[in-house]
C-alpha cells in the first residue's frame, strides 16, 4: 500500500491488534515489488496485506512471494491490484469491502433524508432572506412521510441502505438486474425495472457497480424520466452518469443531485457544477474517513486471524464475481 494509505489506515492500536495475530515487521512498507529492501520479506511472506496504492500482483510480483497464501485488503475493491495470476497461483483474496460500505450508506441515508428535506434550497432562501423565508408555503412539497425513495443496485452499500431506510415512512424501490421481486421484498422493498423506478421515485441513489454494461447507466434518455424536483444521489461511481446530460438538466433546474463521486473526478475547474445551488459536491468522501478508517484494519486483520486459525473467512473475494461486482 502507499504510505499515505498506511499512516491513514493503520494507526498504533490498528498496529499492537495486528502483532497479536502475526509476525510482522511495523517499518517495512513496500510499495513497490521489485524493490531491493523487499526481496527477502516478499519471499517469506503467507499474507500480504494491502490497501489504497498497491501495485498491481502480476507474475513478476507473485514471484517474488513464493509462499503467499493470502491477500488481506484493508480497503473495498481489489480489482486494481489483483490480476488473473493471483486467482491462478489460487492465492485466497478478503476485502473490507463490508466495512467501507458501512459509512457509504450512512452518508447516502443522509442524503436521502436531508434532500426530501430541500435543505439545500432551504439554506439557500435563508441565507438570501436573513429572516423568515414563510417555510409553510416555501416547502409545502418538501419531507420525507410517504416519500419514495429508488435504489439503484443491492450490492453491500445498497443493502446497507435500505436497512437503514427502513424504519422511516418512505417506500422503497429496488432495482438490480439480479434479483427477483421476492428477494427485494425480503430486503424491505418493491423491486422495479429502472425506467419505473426513475419515473416513481422522489430521490434515486445510485449503488450499481462499475462495468462496461453500467457505463451512463443513467444516460440524458433516463434522467429524462426523473420527475420534475426529484433529486439523484451518486456516491458509487462517476462514471454511471452521463455528466454532460446531468449537467444539462442541473442548469435547467428540473434536478437535484447529490454527488460524492463525478466523471470526471474532480470536474473541470469550469464546471458549472460548482456553483449550482441545486447541486451538492462532495469529494469522494462517503467511503471511509478519519476513525472510520480503523474499521478497515480491523477488519484485514481479523480476517488474517481467521486464516491463521484455519477458519473460513468471513469476506472472501471470488473470482466469478468480479463480473458484476465492484
Request: hydrophobic content about 50%; overall charge negative.
Amino acid at each position: 500500500m502507499s504510505a499515505r494509505t498506511r499512516d491513514a489506515v493503520f494507526d498504533a492500536g490498528a498496529l499492537e491488534r495486528l502483532a497479536r495475530v502475526a509476525r510482522f515487521e511495523p517499518g517495512l512498507l513496500v510499495e513497490d515489488f521489485a524493490a531491493p529492501g523487499a526481496r527477502e520479506a516478499l519471499a517469506a511472506a503467507e499474507v500480504l496485506l494491502t490497501g489504497w496504492g498497491c501495485p498491481p500482483l502480476d507474475e513478476a510480483a507473485l514471484a517474488r512471494m513464493p509462499r503467499l497464501r493470502l491477500v488481506a485488503h484493508a480497503a473495498g475493491t481489489v480489482k486494481q491490484h489483483v490480476t488473473d495470476a493471483v486467482w491462478r497461483r489460487g492465492v485466497l483474496v478478503s476485502t473490507a469491502a463490508a466495512a467501507n460500505a458501512l459509512p457509504v450508506a450512512e452518508y447516502t441515508v443522509a442524503a436521502v433524508l436531508l434532500s426530501n428535506k430541500r435543505v439545500l434550497d432551504t439554506a439557500g432562501a435563508f441565507r438570501r432572506a436573513r429572516g423568515d423565508i414563510g417555510a409553510f408555503e416555501a416547502l409545502a412539497g418538501a419531507g420525507n412521510y410517504r416519500r419514495t425513495v429508488g435504489v439503484v443496485g443491492a450490492s453491500r452499500v445498497g443493502r446497507r441502505v435500505l436497512e437503514l431506510l427502513r424504519p422511516y415512512d418512505l417506500r422503497l424501490l429496488l432495482h438490480d438486474p439480479y434479483l427477483d421481486p421476492a428477494a427485494a421484498a425480503g430486503l424491505g422493498a418493491e423491486w422495479a425495472g429502472l425506467d419505473h423506478l426513475c419515473r416513481a421515485s422522489d430521490v434515486v441513489s445510485i449503488h450499481a457497480p462499475e462495468l462496461p454494461a453500467t457505463r451512463h447507466l443513467f444516460d440524458a434518455a433516463r434522467l429524462a424520466l426523473l420527475r420534475d424536483g426529484a433529486t439523484l444521489v451518486n456516491t458509487a461511481r462517476g462514471s454511471l452518469v452521463d455528466t454532460a446530460a446531468l449537467t444539462a438538466e442541473l442548469v435547467a433546474g428540473r434536478l437535484h443531485a447529490v454527488l460524492d463521486v463525478t466523471d470526471p473526478e474532480p470536474l473541470p475547474a469550469d464546471s458549472p457544477l460548482w456553483d449550482l445551488p441545486n447541486v451538492l459536491l462532495t469529494p469522494h468522501v462517503a467511503g471511509s474517513l478519519g476513525t472510520e478508517l480503523t474499521r478497515l484494519a480491523d477488519t484485514a486483520t481479523a480476517e488474517i486471524e481467521r486464516f491463521a486459525r484455519g477458519l473460513p473467512l468471513a469476506h472472501p473475494v471470488r473470482a466469478e464475481d468480479l463480473d458484476r461486482s465492484a
